[in-house]
């Protein structure tokens, strides 16, 4: 992990978001699917040929789920979450976000997007940075400023607040723009390895606050990872996808404790490695598990 500076380390003191320490108010209720994916495909020209980043993904995801895409790298799974957000626009096939068309979900706030660039605005400061979405949409002066002191608690970065982007790490950038991608309390998350600048004690801890906010809020996450502990530690089911032309190649369901009862202990438990090994049996589907799956992390 490149990104050793953390809060902890910066401050001498310990991120201050300790579990059950905000609670955020919950998402409306909607209708009961919060991502529909049906029989989508995506084929890029470039001057090299065409290139089939997805063929005929069908996937669902319930208002309320966590679902995690796994696969080597170049399957496509930034391309999917890419088109639910409506940055770009599928070759064929039809999704829809709480049973509105992509664009439309996303001018009504129905979801918030973290990806790995923080994509933070290098002239605002941390606090602005995060209240950029609720300013955006005409929330008050003094709700923001509360709102945003509630998201930098939780992310540990409270006494960075007037900091430029500049100033931090990229692992706090990071933790910026996860607590700007909640700041509405989106109904649904759109999450692209926001997690792979930090280090791997603030992972966990980043790991186990997603999971406490999204069972108390009720949003949906569609998280990309290539960490096979990590997606089984957050998800209800973890979709396995293959590459060129990008397949989902396999769901695997995790049958662990209730989202709201994942604990740290949850990765020492027998029932946590068995999910990990079925993921990494599906990631190798068929070739045997000594041929290495490019660009997956399977410690
Ligand atoms: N704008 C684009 N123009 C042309 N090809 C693209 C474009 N975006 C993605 N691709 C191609 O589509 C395929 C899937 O890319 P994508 O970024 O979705 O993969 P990924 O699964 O997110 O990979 P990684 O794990 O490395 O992030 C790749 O072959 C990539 O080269
Ligand atoms: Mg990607």
């Known amino acids: 992990m490149s990104d050793v500076t953390t809060a902890t380390e910066a401050t001498g003191t310990p991120p201050d978001a300790a ?26 020209a470039t001057r090299a040929g065409t290139v089939t980043a997805l063929d005929d993904i069908h996937l669902s995801v319930a ?7 796994i696969g080597p790298s170049g399957c496509g799974k ?29 001018e009504a706030q129905d979801y918030g997007i973290a990806f ?8 605002r400061s941390v606090a602005a940075n995060v209240e950029l979405p609720l300013e955006l949409h005409g929330v008050g002066r003094r709700e923001r400023a509360a709102r945003a002191a509630e998201l930098l608690a939780l992310v540990g970065l409270t006494e960075f607040a007037g900091h430029f982007p500049h100033q931090l790490s990229g692992g706090m950038q990071q933790r910026v723009a996860i607590a700007r ?13 926001p997690f792979g600048a930090l280090d791997e004690m603030t992972r966990e801890r980043m790991q186990t606050e997603l999971v406490r906010l999204c069972a108390e809020s009720g949003a949906a996450v569609v998280f990309v990872t290539h960490s096979i502990p ?13 590459p060129r032309p990008g397949r ?18 949850l990765r020492e438990d027998a029932a946590f490695f068995a999910a990990v090994t079925a993921v990494r049996e599906a990631l190798h589907g068929g070739h045997g598990a000594d041929v290495p799956t490019r660009g997956v992390d399977v410690r």
Not at 89 to 101: H, K, L, N
Request: overall charge negative; cysteine-free.
């Open 78 to 106: 930034s391309t999917l979450l890419r088109l639910v957000a409506d940055l770009d626009q599928p070759t064929s096939g039809e999704i829809a976000v709480f049973g509105r068309p992509p664009r439309v979900a996303r």
């Open 19 to 44: 579990p059950g320490a905000t609670s955020l108010p919950v998402a409306p209720a909607g209708p009961a699917t919060a991502v529909d994916v049906r029989g989508v495909s995506k084929v890029f």
């Open 63 to 69: 208002a309320g789920e966590f679902v995690s895409l």
């Open 181 to 193: 991608s909640l700041a509405e309390s989106p109904s649904l998350l759109l999450m692209d390895e």
């Open 230 to 242: 990590e997606a089984v530690f957050l998800s209800q089911r973890v979709v396995v996808m293959s």
């Open 116 to 123: 790995q660039q923080a994509g933070l605005l290098p002239w």
């Open 248 to 265: 989902i190649a396999q769901v695997v369901p995790v049958d662990l404790a209730r989202a709201d009862e994942r604990t740290d202990d």
